[in-house]
Nanobody, 121 residues
Framework: QVQLVESGGGLVQPGGSLRLSCAAS????????MGWDRQAPGKQRELVAH????????TYADSVKGRFTISRDNAKNTVYLQMNSLKPEDTAVYYC??????????????WGQGTQITVSS
């Protein structure tokens, strides 16, 4: 079983910054992709940013390009999301996601519990 623990959410003023962290633990052998999705009230969940393990290829939603930066520490199975120039429309619950393989060679696709980001003055 693989668990994802998120941290770093909270309330921030427009134009401010926050950094999210998500660590995978448990029966993890390797992670192929880690990243973040978000869901605002009344809206569908959407991809924010993902990053691969080997080539560190990144994917961003158009709405966050140039403002958010995703990175990872493979040794710690941890992914980070640096969010700058935050806007009220970034308000949402942010969910960490990780896909990879367990120590018994089973694939996993796990989600964190979600962390609230509120951008408001």
């Amino acid at each position: 079983q693989v668990q994802l623990v998120e941290s770093g959410g909270g309330l921030v003023q427009p134009g401010g910054s926050l950094r999210l962290s998500c660590a995978a633990s448990g029966d993890v052998y390797s992670t192929n992709v880690m990243g973040w999705d978000r869901q605002a009230p009344g809206k569908q969940r959407e991809l924010v940013a993902h990053i691969t393990t080997n080539l560190r290829k990144t994917t961003y939603a158009d709405s966050v390009k140039g403002r958010f930066t995703i990175s990872r520490d493979n040794a710690k199975n941890t992914v980070y999301l640096q969010m700058n120039s935050l806007k009220p429309e970034d308000t949402a619950v942010y969910y960490c996601n990780a896909r990879g393989w367990t120590t018994i060679s089973s694939p996993f696709d796990s989600w964190g519990q979600g962390t609230q980001i509120t951008v408001s003055s």
